[in-house]
């Protein structure tokens, strides 16, 4: 099988791959720099969506042209991992969470425009995702038994907020997404969400859980604290994606698109 592996703060390289080779894929969106290697039976195609020593803020990842490249390079699934903040005083840093629901109503790439394959009237293949959950339930249900392994606390079901970037969110703002139900926030990773599930790609989100946001702890704790386990979050995954990547078993993706033409 062969699974995308999208990673970001702290992971911009991805340890333990074997017979690991970096590329540049073209795509119509962009170039992007992929690291493919194995873990186990299983062929890795790794995007950091910052690049290398951050080099791109969030304000600035090209969402299309990171999928653009997986799809290029024939993965089955995409496995996504980020570091959030937690709206939710029960999900506490240092934890896992992997995410059953999203929101992200304002729908928009970085730049701007709609997140959306489809941006031109009357293009082949334009539709509507349709669905109940928006992530692969069996590719979500594989992680949860996988981060038992990790040694970390783990949430098995979580709402992921995205929110613009760079800067993070006032108390103001936190509260009224916390109000909407949502239980933890970063800031990449929802666009890869909507792509993935309009290209009928079966994907699952994790987050690693490096600080509350702001208002939900009586105390804010030192930023180093979100640094150290920024740093963490490295190897945590790597566990993780080390105990699920090798067999992952049948999968399906997250509801459907309706299409209009083939």
């Known amino acids: 099988m062969r699974i995308g592996v999208i990673t970001g703060s702290g992971s911009y390289?991805?340890?333990?791959?074997?017979?690991?080779?970096?590329?540049?894929?073209?795509?119509?969106?962009?170039?992007?720099?992929?690291?493919?290697?194995?873990?186990?039976?299983?062929?890795?195609?790794?995007v950091s969506r910052h690049g290398a020593a951050h080099h791109r803020l969030s304000s600035q990842v090209d969402h299309k042209a990171n999928l653009a490249a997986l799809l290029a390079r024939a993965v089955e699934a995409v496995v996504s991992f980020t570091v959030c903040g937690s709206l939710d005083p029960d999900l506490r840093p240092g934890?896992?969470?992997?995410?059953?629901?999203?929101?992200?109503?304002?729908?928009?790439?970085?730049?701007?425009?709609?997140?959306?394959?489809y941006d031109m009237p009357g293009v082949a293949g334009r539709g509507h995702w349709i669905f109940d959950r928006p992530f692969s339930e069996p590719l979500r249900r594989a992680l949860i038994t996988a981060a038992g392994q990790t040694g970390v606390?783990?949430?098995?079901?979580?709402?992921?907020?995205?929110?613009?970037?760079?800067?993070?969110?006032?108390?103001?703002?936190?509260?009224?997404?916390?109000?909407?139900?949502v239980s933890a926030v970063s800031q990449t990773a929802g666009p890869e969400v909507v792509l993935a599930g309009e290209a009928e790609l079966p994907m699952a989100l994790v987050g690693f859980v490096t600080d509350y946001a702001n208002g939900v702890?009586?105390?804010?704790?030192?930023?180093?604290?979100?640094?150290?386990?920024?740093?963490?979050s490295r190897e945590v995954?790597?566990?993780?994606?080390?105990?699920?990547?090798?067999?992952?078993?049948?999968?399906?993706?997250?509801?459907?698109?309706?299409?209009?033409?083939?």
């Open 153 to 181: 606390p783990v949430a098995t079901r979580g709402v992921y907020g995205h929110v613009d970037g760079p800067r993070f969110n006032s108390r103001a703002e936190v509260a009224a997404l916390a109000s909407a139900g």
């Open 95 to 117: 934890s896992l969470v992997v995410f059953d629901d999203l929101y992200f109503p304002a729908n928009r790439l970085p730049d701007g425009t709609l997140c959306s394959w």
């Open 237 to 262: 995954f790597a566990t993780l994606a080390g105990h699920v990547l090798p067999a992952p078993g049948s999968l399906s993706g997250a509801g459907f698109v309706h299409r209009f033409d083939g």
């Open 217 to 232: 702890a009586t105390e804010p704790e030192p930023v180093q604290a979100l640094l150290d386990r920024m740093a963490e």
């Open 13 to 46: 390289d991805w340890p333990c791959l074997e017979e690991a080779v970096e590329r540049t894929v073209t795509t119509d969106h962009g170039a992007v720099t992929v690291t493919e290697g194995r873990l186990g039976a299983t062929e890795i195609v790794q």
